[in-house]
């Protein structure tokens, strides 16, 4: 079932648990979350950041696909679109969320070139996702990041100002794969809560230590981004498998394979495991049917 952020967040705020938003590039791994999130009956976001892809327009033509057929709720998101020709770019592919990422540049510009897309975006029906504050690298100095943290006062201005669905926050994450345990700021996402009583986002979740994403999920954050940790993952699995020259065709079952099995531990981290609404008249991706001639076969996608 397609159905917009705003849809999935908002329910998520309501009952207190997050959806995860794991980066996809090619259909191989769209499929694989789909079918992980519907073993796991939780609602799903496939965040596809600018450029990750060839073909924006054939690819959110395929996500939208998938999604359609799904037996559990998902939206397609455009991860980090830092221009304005992402966000329409998005828009035309069908996509039906944009992150409008405009943390990079002072208070008064970031605000006004959001809002302006937020009014884009809503007359067509597609949410918004803005971020302030600045989650940056695992490479950055971690009293540089604690600077750019989101303060409660700015953040609420910002979001009257705006009128964006969900806010990515910065409280202690970055993107990439950490060194050690990253730690969070749960004072500081308390009082955003609090302040702003929205959904808010947790970019950087790869390798935030299971503690850290079960009690952030548990105080106010929403939407938890990962991608660098299911990277990982799928490569330490492809690495364990003894290849032989008639298993290369195999290579992309063990790819979806090692893609899922981080991401449905997320799921119950999150505390979005059994959380999905099902569509009528829907069987899902894992029970599809393909029909020929007189007969039918089951597809294999996990």
């Not at 940056?136 to 964006?164: Q, W």
Request: with cysteine.
């Amino acid at each position: 079932m397609l159905v917009s952020m705003k849809e999935l967040l908002d329910h998520a705020n309501k009952y207190n648990y997050a959806v995860m938003a794991p980066n996809i590039f090619y259909e191989l791994d769209a499929r694989s979350c789909i079918c992980a999130a519907e073993e796991m009956n939780a609602p799903l976001i496939l965040d596809v950041e600018f450029g990750s892809h060839p073909d924006i327009i054939t690819q959110g033509w395929h996500l939208r696909q998938l999604a359609e057929i799904s037996a559990v709720p998902v939206a397609i998101n455009q991860d980090h679109g830092t221009d304005f020709t992402h966000a329409i770019a998005a828009i035309r592919a069908g996509y039906t969320s944009i992150m409008a990422d405009r943390s990079f540049l002072p208070y008064e510009e970031n605000a006004a070139q959001v809002k302006e897309l937020v009014k884009i975006a809503h007359a067509v029906g597609v949410s918004v996702e803005a971020e302030l504050g600045h989650v940056g690298s695992v490479d950055d100095d971690p009293n540089d990041r604690k600077k750019s943290f989101t303060r409660p006062d700015e953040a609420k201005r910002y979001v009257e100002e705006t009128g964006v669905d969900c806010l990515a926050v910065a409280i202690g994450t970055a993107h990439g794969l950490y060194k050690g345990t990253p730690t969070l700021d749960f004072e500081l996402l308390k009082e955003l809560k609090e302040t702003l009583k929205m959904p808010l986002v947790l970019h950087g979740g790869s390798g935030t230590g299971d503690d850290n994403i079960r009690k952030a999920c548990s105080m106010g954050i929403n939407k938890v981004n990962l991608c660098s940790e299911l990277l990982q993952h799928t490569y330490m699995k492809l690495q364990s498998i003894d290849w032989k020259n008639d298993d290369l065709e195999l290579m992309a079952h063990h790819y979806q394979e090692g893609y899922a099995e981080r991401l449905k531990e997320y799921f119950v981290l999150s505390g979005s495991e059994g959380k999905a609404w099902k569509p009528e008249k829907t069987a899902g991706l894992k029970d599809r049917k393909i029909v020929f001639g007189e007969g039918e076969r089951k597809v294999r996608f996990l």
